[in-house]
């Protein structure tokens, strides 16, 4: 397996940088397949009733823990392998993500084959979870490292595709269901069989094309900053030094708080719709509603990311800090004088600055700690979105189901998470401000620096403490 | 002086990296990417994408009829 190697995937003279981001999309367009797993949620609560749920059958509480367990073992994994990620190369680690999420599919296929629960948590969720972390950070660090003059647009095209994934994912397993089901069966081992594989393929399609730069090299007429400017360094901050900054867990807390803000309400947007414009808004209306949010959380990604190349990290989430808090604001108030429109486009701004934060942070990050370890750091920064993953839908969901207990209406049942969630960008501008350059104290020193760049490698790295 | 133990990985790690420098040596003589290259990596991504956001803006105009 040594074609996996690090060494093995330097780029030869000639090569193409615009190569690599459809690389990094093979692995996104894959991975992101989890935002469209509720697909199969109801026919898994049929698969011994066939027509309706039968005694014995899963519900979708037992289901929607799938989801759930995948989401957090992303965040921990990426956390975990990050450094590994880092040092062993982006083939290394898209090849185990491959692998990961298609034998996922495979062990998933088994438990619904079985009718066992357990099976499929353990498969989709832990196995299948891993591969989630391991190929969201994968291709990261690479796009950096060829794109120094764009990171914010390079990055932003990978993880526009995690985005974009469920366009693909949601109608695909719709029609494969569709294809493997009888009048007595219900086709979600077949698809989960099918998708196991052709996910594999095209994320080693990936794996293979992804190329390194070679050490020294640089984009034609770029010239690096010889001095670091106030808040874009030239040094490299080691992985877990990064950790003792004020810098890492300001960016955590923002991140954090713009991930609440739109998970949230992505969960909630049709039924949030529906209630607070009864009769305006019909169930058909809020199905395109939530189609139009995906396709501006995917646009988000780009936009935002290439946009901050220009106005800057720090003046990118202000925008988002401050257009979050007067959108959320806003929809109250659209809500009281029967405004869809301004409803509608409050959550699309929403809804983009949501993608957008996930795909403006490599960048941020490279910023502030450099490239070397950029990977490894974004994989600890993950963790946040595990955090907003429980944050978010319990905000919006439980405060809701309060507030109607308690006599409200529906349609003025989700005000007070929304003045909760303007004051929470509140709290992200404040952490967002204190942002400023990491100390020198955390750099890495100038002689290991020199070494590992000679070796193409990061796996002498010494922190600067050490 | 080496003992042993550790002369076995001077040597073991002086092969690895000689067999390193020789790959990459090997890789660097090859010619670089093709127009029709990029094409098809642009092509394999973009159409899968494509179709799906297309899907997607059928259903989202639901919204406003």
New interface residues.
Partial sequence: MSFLDR??S?A?????R??VP??A??VH?CIGQAYAFSVFNLPMTKLLGITQPAPGDWSIPELGWIFSIAIFVLGFSAAIFGRWVEEGGPRRAMFTAALCWGIGFLISAFGVYIHNIWVVYFGYGFIGGIGLGIGYISPVSTLIKWFPDRPGMATGMAIM?FG?A???AS?LSVWLMGLFSTSTHIGVAETFIVLGVVYFVFMM?GAF?VRLPAPGWKPEGYVAPAQASKLITTSDVYVYDALKTPQFWCIWIVLCINVTAGIGVIGQASAMAQEMFPGKITA??????V??M??FN?AGRFFWASTSDYIGRKNTYFCFMVLGFLMYCTVPYSGSIGSVVGF?LAFLVIISMYGGGFATVPAYLRDMFGTRYVGAIHGLLITAWSMAGIFGPVLVNYIRQYNIDHGVPKAQAYNVTMYIMAGLFVIGFIANALIKAVDARYHMKADNNADRAQLGVGAAAKPAGA | MLTAPNWVSVQRRNRLAHKGETHMADTNQQTGTTGMQLALAWLFVGIPLTWGVIQTLINSMKLFQ
Avoid: R
Wanted: proline share 9%.
């Fill in positions: 060494s093995y330097i030869k003279p000639g090569f193409n615009w190569v459809p690389a999309l093979c367009l595709g974009g469920a366009f693909i109608p399609v094309i058909v209306a809020a199905a395109g509603f189609g139009l995906s396709l995917m509608v």
